[in-house]
């Protein structure tokens, strides 16, 4: 994963590549194609469906008790059908709800199947238009993902793809999108990405290959505005510790603390400050007497 760090109109700002892609295979619903240097979506000329699976690792990125302000997805069209049949089509974002495995093949030496598209048989594990996990148990509630069970029905963000000409193409910040990176931010047992497809399956002649992780120089890129949570100041104050931070409007926070920087010191939280009408200047004291001990702020 590359993860690129730097500030940006209010906030800091960084840009990740996914950690994991893949496609859903319509035509050979039992392959994986999760290695391959492309991810394809939307549906060929021969009315077969794909759609392809994105996830990102907001927390390693992005420090605990942030506040997400803006995410754009970037995506770089690296194929399409023959001009003379390709339709533009919306493409939509939806946040998945189960998790998948992206698996690692690619079709690139398969001599019964040359189509780089089709992937190749599933192994135990790895994500097909059928299965989450193939030869498991863990099966899509329907063929390619159901909406309301397998991934939200809202579009998180859309975007018009006219082709290779147009490209790159940015799903634009919207509300829902700040929401699922939010989500992911602080629930990361529930980061499983999103899921991009056309927004008409019904039309053919709409599939696209775009850049995977795998292809460095077409990677995907989600840029995050966000504004971390800081402790402005720590100072002395007799027999008292005082921790200051600027509270911004209508935001809670949780100051926690733990007595050592290795993992195996778990926070806990030493108190928990109510959302304030205007930012607010807060001062938090500690006694000394309770010896070493690291804070952070966190958004409830």
Request: glycine residues 8%; proline residues 7%; charged residues 15%.
């Amino acid at each position: 994963m590359l993860a690129t760090h730097g500030s940006a109109a209010g906030g800091d700002a960084v840009v990740l590549n996914p950690v994991a892609d893949t496609t859903l295979i319509g035509a050979a619903p039992d392959n994986n194609n999760g290695g391959q240097s492309f991810v394809n979506a939307g549906v060929t000329q021969n009315d077969t469906t794909n759609r392809a699976l994105f996830r990102f690792d907001i927390a390693a990125q992005v420090p605990a008790g942030s506040k997400i302000l803006r995410a754009d997805l970037t995506l770089e069209v690296v194929h399409q059908p023959p001009q003379d049949g390709y339709k533009a089509s919306a493409f939509d974002l939806h946040r998945l709800l189960q998790s998948w495995g992206e698996g690692n093949k690619t079709n690139s030496s398969s001599l019964s199947s040359p189509n780089p598209g089709l992937g190749e048989p599933a192994t135990p594990g790895e994500a097909t238009w059928n299965a989450r996990f193939a030869f498991t148990t863990n099966l899509w509630n329907i063929p390619g993902g159901a909406s309301a069970n397998d991934y939200v029905s809202a579009a998180s963000s859309s975007q018009q793809v006219y082709g290779i000409l147009n490209s790159p193409y940015t799903f634009e910040s919207t509300p829902r999108l700040v929401a699922d990176v939010q989500l992911w931010l602080e629930r990361p047992e529930n980061n499983f990405g999103w899921l991009l497809k056309s927004d008409d399956e019904a039309v053919n002649w709409t599939a696209c290959r775009f850049g995977s992780r795998e292809d460095t120089q077409n990677a995907p890129r989600l840029t995050i505005e966000y504004e971390p949570a800081r402790i402005d100041r720590v100072q002395k104050l007799g027999d008292w510790l005082a921790v200051s931070f600027t509270a911004q409007a209508n935001q809670a926070y949780a100051v926690e603390f733990r007595t050592g920087l290795s993992s195996a010191n778990n926070w806990s939280t030493f108190t928990n400050v109510p959302a304030q009408p205007t930012p607010t200047n807060v001062v938090v004291t500690d006694p000394i007497s309770n010896g070493q001990r690291f804070y952070r702020l966190r958004l409830p």
